[in-house]
């Protein structure tokens, strides 16, 4: 039997490491104004997992409330932002994708909220875009 497919990541400074077994369940850029103000960046790219699937493997993160039913962690050595977690969607966890050791291996296949996107951010990347998310509506394109 073939072992489980294991994907493991951590902060830039080493102080935080993970790890995720299997697939995600879904790879996306985000384009909220909340993901942006979080890692200062036009969009976030999250993959999401079962909850029970991702271990924090060394240390602890910190958590911050953005907004009501939301925690992020990040490594309060560093400052690298690690994980999104929401009521919203309480059994998983929306891991980022540059994280991970080997970011190369999750392929997006979506934008939302891009009703939020940056005017100045143009993207030909032929991916599906959802004003928010693709449980809240068809396809904008």
């Not at 939302?112 to 993207?123: A, F, I, K, N, S």
């Amino acid at each position: 039997m073939a072992a489980a497919l294991t994907h493991e990541g951590g902060c830039r400074c080493g102080a935080i490491r993970f790890r995720v077994e299997g697939e995600p369940r879904w790879v996306a850029h985000c384009h909220c104004a909340d993901c942006r103000r979080a890692t200062s960046a036009a969009l976030a790219t999250y993959a999401g997992f079962p909850r029970e699937r991702f271990t924090i493997t060394r240390g602890e993160p910190r958590r911050y409330g953005s907004s009501p039913g939301v925690s992020r962690s990040f490594c309060a050595i560093c400052g690298t932002p690690l994980t999104y977690e929401g009521a919203r969607w309480a059994d998983e966890v929306h891991v980022f994708v540059c994280a991970f050791d080997a970011p190369e291996t999750f392929r997006p296949t979506a934008h939302v909220y891009t009703e939020g996107q940056m005017p100045w951010l143009h993207l030909n990347d032929g991916l599906r875009r959802f004003a928010k998310t693709s449980a809240e509506g068809k396809p904008l394109s």
